[in-house]
């Protein structure tokens, strides 16, 4: 059973940072393409930002220079560190193993003074 679990959001001030984590089991991470979306109140669902299992990573051009997707193979975790947050990051994030169909729960993060 693959599972999804997404840690680490929450009520920021604009130009703060957080640290998301997603930690997945039930698949074989070390080839899976990892990625972040996000999606806001009223708007669709979008990627923020991939990482291969080998190769570069992938920004939207809306977070590039102030996100860094990283990942640990040895614990199957995949993180998204996030600096100089701006009210428009506010939304629910998401990681997503991109060779499934399947989705974590979310977690909030909210970029507000």
Known sequence: QV???ESGGGLVQPGGSLRL???ASGITFVISD???FRQAPGKQRELVAAIPSGGSPYYA???K???TISRD???NTVYLQMSSLEPADTAVYYCKALNTAYWGQGTQVT???
């Open 3 to 5: 599972q999804l679990v």
């Open 34 to 36: 990892m990625a972040w």
């Open 111 to 113: 970029v507000s003074s």
């Open 21 to 23: 984590s997603c930690a």
């Open 73 to 75: 193979n040895a614990k």
């Open 61 to 63: 051009n809306s977070v």
């Open 65 to 67: 220079g102030r996100f």
